[in-house]
């Protein structure tokens, strides 16, 4: 085996060593999931060298070079005081928006509807570059492809999904064959699967070049609301449901491979961390849970909200979990000592929907009721922005890959870009 040469991944921190192997060139990726300002990269480095046989003496120099550019982006990307401004305003639908997304360039983002349609829009000149249109109702659920975003899933009120192609606005495919609303859609890893979830009580999952149902998966006594691959190989799915359960699913089998039983109300919202160790849900019991993955075991359960939990996110390194709750605040835990609470932000006047963590994870994200969303500092709990003017309940938001970016989706049918 020879080392050709190193990739930087930002997000979560880490380094792909791109290798010779028998003739093939193939890729290695280190997570570095424990990187942050002080780290002592030359401590790091020496770590590496002992594990990785790909690292020698001679790539020494490059090594501590990528880890201090690792090291300085974090710092750069912490809570400066930098404030975040109004870049462009996207007029985007007649009817209120249901969901957005940023590809991972940050130069697209994608808007869902009630106007059935789905929008890709150019992010720094704000025009309209498709209108994604053939679905006969409500386009609730959006989202790209990762990491090539070549190709874009939307799940309608009209009871099925379609993959697109973002470029030419071509519909690829069109995935059929539930009974109910399709209000949860999303791409494996790879991105050659697709998943769904329904008020039909059922998920299911498809080929996406084909549009072929691979699996109906059934064993949900409610309706299934959201749902996750693993962010690693994609051959695990998790689903939350009405019926107060997640379950997990092995993509190459039909049968479910456990139920995750202990919330005494509806699933809002469940997710892996970036290793797929772990499994987060909130519920409308007003509690966060964290489990194992791969034993499936309740690892701790928080009721610090006093109203519905209605959203859940990790950060980018899969060691803290924050929840945001009908009763106005969202809250920050760390998932590696007993979900210990690390801070709360309060400051909105209405239920706050959406959360979500800034790349370098130093910033939290919140989308309210109350017409705004907030910059948070994650370590101290302080409100560093509110970005105001929407006209109406925001309900959706996001951040770019690189964090220089924010997109907020509102009622009032527009989005907004911040830089």
Same mark, same amino acid.
């Given at each position: 085996?020879?080392?050709?040469? !190193?990739?930087?991944?930002?997000?979560?921190?880490?380094i792909?060593?791109?290798?010779?192997?028998?003739?093939?060139?193939?890729?290695?990726?280190?997570?570095?999931?424990?990187?942050?300002?002080?780290?002592?990269?030359?401590?790091? $480095?020496?770590?590496?060298?002992?594990?990785?046989?790909l690292?020698?003496?001679?790539?020494?120099?490059q090594l501590?070079?990528?880890?201090?550019?690792?090291?300085?982006?974090?710092?750069?990307?912490?809570?400066?005081?930098?404030?975040?401004?109004?870049?462009?305003?996207? @007029?985007?639908?007649? *009817?209120?928006?249901?969901?957005?997304?940023?590809?991972?360039?940050?130069?697209?983002?994608?808007?869902?509807?009630?106007?059935?349609?789905?929008?890709?829009?150019?992010?720094?000149?704000?025009?309209?570059?498709?209108t994604?249109?053939?679905?006969?109702?409500?386009?609730?659920?959006?989202?790209?492809?990762?990491?090539?975003?070549?190709?874009?899933?939307?799940?309608?009120?009209?009871?099925?999904?379609?993959?697109?192609?973002?470029?030419?606005?071509?519909?690829l495919?069109t995935?059929?064959?539930?009974?109910?609303?399709?209000?949860?859609?999303?791409?494996?890893?790879?991105? +050659?699967?697709?998943?769904?979830?329904?008020?039909?009580?059922?998920?299911?999952?498809?080929?996406?070049?084909?549009?072929?149902?691979?699996?109906?998966?059934?064993?949900?006594?409610?309706?299934?609301?959201?749902?996750?691959?693993?962010?690693?190989?994609?051959?695990?799915?998790?689903?939350?449901?009405?019926?107060?359960?997640?379950?997990?699913? +092995?993509?190459?089998?039909?049968?479910?491979?456990?139920?995750?039983?202990?919330?005494?109300?509806?699933?809002? /919202?469940?997710?892996?961390?970036?290793?797929?160790?772990l499994?987060g849900?909130? /519920?409308?019991?007003?509690?966060?849970?964290? =489990?194992?993955?791969?034993?499936?075991?309740?690892?701790?359960?928080?009721?610090?909200?006093?109203?519905?939990? *209605?959203?859940?996110? !990790?950060? =980018?390194?899969? @060691?803290?979990? $924050?929840?945001?709750?009908?009763?106005?605040?969202?809250?920050?835990?760390?998932?590696?000592?007993?979900?210990?609470?690390?801070?709360?932000?309060?400051?909105?006047r209405?239920?706050? /929907?959406?959360?979500?963590?800034?790349?370098a994870?130093?910033?939290?994200?919140?989308?309210?009721?109350?017409?705004?969303?907030?910059?948070?500092?994650?370590?101290?709990?302080?409100?560093? @922005?509110?970005?105001?003017?929407?006209?109406?309940?925001?309900? /959706?938001?996001?951040?770019?890959?690189?964090?220089?970016?924010?997109?907020?989706?509102?009622?009032?049918?527009?989005?907004?870009?911040?830089?």
């Amino acid at each position: 085996m020879k080392l050709l040469k !190193f990739h930087l991944r930002y997000h979560p921190p880490g380094i792909v060593l791109e290798y010779l192997q028998k003739g093939l060139i193939k890729n290695k990726e280190i997570d570095l999931l424990e990187l942050n300002c002080n780290s002592d990269i030359k401590e790091i $480095a020496k770590r590496l060298f002992q594990k990785e046989v790909l690292l020698t003496e001679e790539v020494q120099d490059q090594l501590l070079q990528c880890l201090d550019t690792l090291k300085k982006r974090i710092e750069h990307e912490g809570p400066t005081g930098k404030r975040f401004y109004i870049y462009k305003t996207l @007029q985007t639908h007649v *009817l209120p928006i249901t969901n957005v997304a940023f590809d991972k360039s940050g130069k697209r983002c994608i808007t869902g509807s009630y106007d059935r349609t789905c929008k890709v829009w150019h992010v720094d000149s704000g025009k309209e570059l498709k209108t994604l249109e053939g679905h006969q109702n409500v386009v609730y659920s959006v989202a790209f492809n990762y990491p090539a975003c070549d190709r874009v899933i939307t799940g309608s009120f009209d009871k099925s999904a379609r993959v697109w192609d973002p470029a030419s606005g071509e519909c690829l495919a069109t995935l059929w064959g539930h009974r109910g609303e399709v209000v949860a859609a999303q791409f494996s890893a790879k991105g +050659d699967l697709a998943a769904t979830g329904s008020m039909d009580y059922t998920a299911k999952l498809y080929d996406v070049e084909t549009g072929t149902e691979l699996q109906n998966y059934e064993g949900h006594t409610a309706e299934v609301i959201t749902l996750q691959f693993d962010p690693n190989e994609g051959q695990r799915l998790i689903t939350g449901s009405f019926d107060g359960t997640i379950s997990v699913w +092995d993509t190459r089998v039909k049968d479910r491979v456990s139920v995750l039983r202990g919330h005494d109300g509806e699933i809002s /919202s469940v997710q892996y961390n970036w290793d797929s160790s772990l499994v987060g849900s909130a /519920s409308l019991d007003g509690s966060a849970k964290l =489990w194992d993955a791969r034993s499936t075991v309740c690892l701790a359960t928080v009721a610090s909200h006093t109203d519905e939990v *209605l959203d859940i996110c !990790f950060d =980018w390194a899969g @060691q803290r979990m $924050a929840t945001s709750s009908s009763d106005c605040s969202a809250r920050i835990y760390d998932v590696r000592a007993d979900f210990k609470e690390l801070a709360v932000m309060k400051g909105h006047r209405e239920e706050v /929907s959406k959360v979500c963590f800034s790349p370098a994870g130093g910033c939290l994200l919140t989308a309210s009721a109350d017409r705004s969303a907030r910059v948070w500092n994650t370590n101290t709990g302080n409100c560093i @922005q509110v970005l105001s003017g929407h006209q109406g309940e925001i309900f /959706s938001c996001a951040y770019s890959y690189n964090g220089d970016a924010i997109v907020t989706a509102s009622k009032d049918n527009t989005c907004r870009i911040w830089r």
